[in-house]
């Protein structure tokens, strides 16, 4: 089989895979939220409200009727892209609320992610280029401790050193409510200022995404640095690596144009992997550091028991995990041709 039409049904593979991905998250969101102890009616209207508006709002939830009924209610619902209406923001529709949370929570990403890469991929070259040195040894306790550390615990200290101490970041939002927020196109604070032209809310709006993103970006770090230093200790022992040092090629040039290349491979799997780590993550950096995101709506919701809010934002945090593990697969599948389908 040719390598062209492998790769072809290799993706026509994960593809017919991603609804099955997709239906067991939504299955185990809905059966964890239904077994979370507690009645949700009595949390969302309280114990004193009158039985016949608790009925309606069970009625509403689908709460009256067996389980397996409210699971076959709730998949039809998905199948017409119904994500249902949120409880606690009085019948707002939740695609409304993912669409009004989700570009602070992408920008955050954005910025954590690329920090993370370059954070992650500088180190782990640094301390794979010294093997056996000081600098191997800090490469390798920087990736140990930024994966070790709890990220609400990172968040609070950075935000009383930067924040607090010296001064040098704002914190407890997104934009500051002096001044104006740039008019929507896409979402993204610093896209859309640039759109505008208005380079004082671009450099604000950087402002004020650096701490959270920082944080986010440096503990997820580790995973890239522990990845790249341990596949460029290998590949610098490499045959076609000693080839090249036979033939007098410099050690620098060695590293970047023969080694490194074929080192950052793995890292594309691990792009993968780690967006649902990153996803996580912001959950913990949006609530730490009160970023109105889509992931601080996620919390909030929970903490109000608003079944449909909490449902539609994990199916469609869920969807864009899926979506972004099949590229991530698809792409190092292509680049990587030691890959079998």
């Known amino acids: 089989m040719s390598r062209s039409k492998a790769l072809g049904y290799y993706i026509t593979s994960r593809l017919l895979l991603a609804p099955l991905q997709l239906i067991t998250i939504v299955t185990i969101v809905f059966l964890l939220l239904r077994a979370t102890p507690g009645d949700p009616v009595d949390a969302i209207l309280g114990g004193r409200a009158p039985e016949a508006a608790k009925q309606a709002l069970r009625e509403q939830l689908n709460l009256n009727l067996p389980l397996p009924l409210q699971y076959l209610e709730y998949v039809k619902s998905l ?12 019948g707002q ?9 989700f570009p602070a929570t992408a920008e955050l990403a954005v910025f954590a992610i690329s920090i993370s890469l370059l954070i992650g991929i500088s180190v782990g070259v640094f301390a794979a280029s010294r093997p056996g040195t000081s600098l191997d040894l800090s490469g390798r306790l920087f990736g140990i401790i930024t994966y070790a550390l709890p990220m609400f615990w990172a968040g609070m200290m950075l935000q009383l050193v930067f924040a607090v101490g010296l001064e040098w970041f704002p914190f407890g939002t997104r934009f500051p409510a002096s001044l104006a927020t ?24 950087v402002q004020y995404l650096i701490l959270p993103s920082f944080t986010l970006g440096l503990l997820l770090s580790g995973i890239f640095e522990r990845i790249v230093r341990v596949n460029l200790k290998q590949t610098m022992q490499a045959d076609y690596v000693e080839a090249a040092r036979a033939r007098g090629i410099p050690e620098r040039k060695i590293l970047i144009s023969h080694a490194l290349k074929n080192a950052l491979i793995p890292v594309i799997t691990v792009l993968g992997l780690t967006f649902a780590s990153l996803l996580g993550g912001a959950v913990l950096t949006e609530v730490t550091f009160s970023w109105p995101g889509l992931a601080n709506r996620l919390f909030e919701s929970i903490a109000e028991r608003d079944y449909p809010t909490v449902q539609g934002i994990m199916v469609f945090f869920g969807a864009i995990v899926v979506g972004a593990s099949i590229l991530i697969d698809i792409l190092n599948a292509y680049v990587d041709p030691r890959i079998r389908y």
């Open 93 to 101: 529709p939740v695609w409304d609320i993912i669409w009004q949370y």
């Open 79 to 90: 199948l017409s892209f119904d994500l249902g209406k949120s409880i606690s923001s009085s």
């Open 182 to 205: 740039p008019d929507r196109i896409t979402g993204l604070y610093t896209i859309d200022s640039l759109l505008q032209g208005n380079l004082t809310q671009f450099f604000t709006a």
